[in-house]
């Protein structure tokens, strides 16, 4: 079946302009996780979503950052005006209990 | 933040070696799994465990959720070239809450052939 996607896989921004990033979960997962690596190192926990909502934010790095969820599905985590210090993998999941599914990721870096 | 110690960061093997790493908490968890991750690419679930002393094997992996709840354990058995990459552990503590997943530091394994 099909796991979780991510897109775009790159993406290449400027210093200061918005990026959008997209998640499609798998089918009939519940939750839906953001995280983000940087290069070299283990994984942050930035948000999680129990169906369209959002319980826990309390990762998200800065209020650049902002994420949403509709029809239980599709996620975008958005961070504007970025900064260089935002270039980094990001990382979407989704699960139906314990066990999270990770997509591919986005590789995002700012210049 | 919760952290949790995984060690070694790195093991550079021979072929056909066994591999050992392990991860450890201050605290307890109730749930540990065990990730690998190949560059460019996701973490992919290996095992999951879910009950203190639980020994569970997917194929040549093994791993165990320890006693104290505060530890867990993967073994690679007769290691293979595709075994390359970077071992995560990650769990769920109390702590924490039911839906966030702690993450190690991870194991990279490097096998020379």
């Known amino acids: 079946g099909a796991g979780v996607s991510q897109s775009p896989s790159n993406k290449v921004t400027e210093k200061g302009k918005d990026v959008e990033l997209r998640c499609d979960p798998i089918s009939g997962h519940t939750a839906l996780y953001w995280y983000r690596q940087r290069l070299g190192q283990g994984l942050e926990f930035l948000i999680y979503f129990q169906g369209n909502s959002a319980p826990d934010k309390s990762g998200l790095p800065s209020d650049r950052f902002s994420a949403e969820r509709t029809g239980e599905s599709v996620s975008t985590l958005t961070i504007q005006r970025t900064q260089q210090e935002d270039s980094a993998v990001y990382l979407c999941?989704?699960?139906?209990?314990?066990?999270?599914?990770f997509g591919p990721g986005t590789r995002l870096t700012v210049t | 933040g919760q952290q949790l110690n995984q060690s070694p960061q790195s093991m550079f093997i021979q072929e056909g070696e066994d591999v050992s790493m392990n991860c450890t908490s201050s605290s307890i968890f109730n749930t540990w799994l065990w990730y690998k991750q190949d560059p460019g690419e996701g973490p992919v679930l290996l095992i999951a465990?879910?009950?203190?002393?639980e020994l569970t094997s997917n194929g040549r992996l093994t791993a165990q959720f320890g006693i104290t709840r505060k530890d867990s354990f993967l073994n690679i058995s007769a290691s293979i070239p595709s075994d390359v990459g970077i071992y995560f552990c990650a769990g769920y503590s109390p702590i924490q809450g039911a839906q966030k997943l702690v993450f190690g530091q991870g194991t990279r394994l490097t096998i020379n052939p």
């Open positions: 465990l879910y009950k203190a002393g």
């Open positions: 999941a989704s699960s139906r209990s314990y066990e999270q599914y």
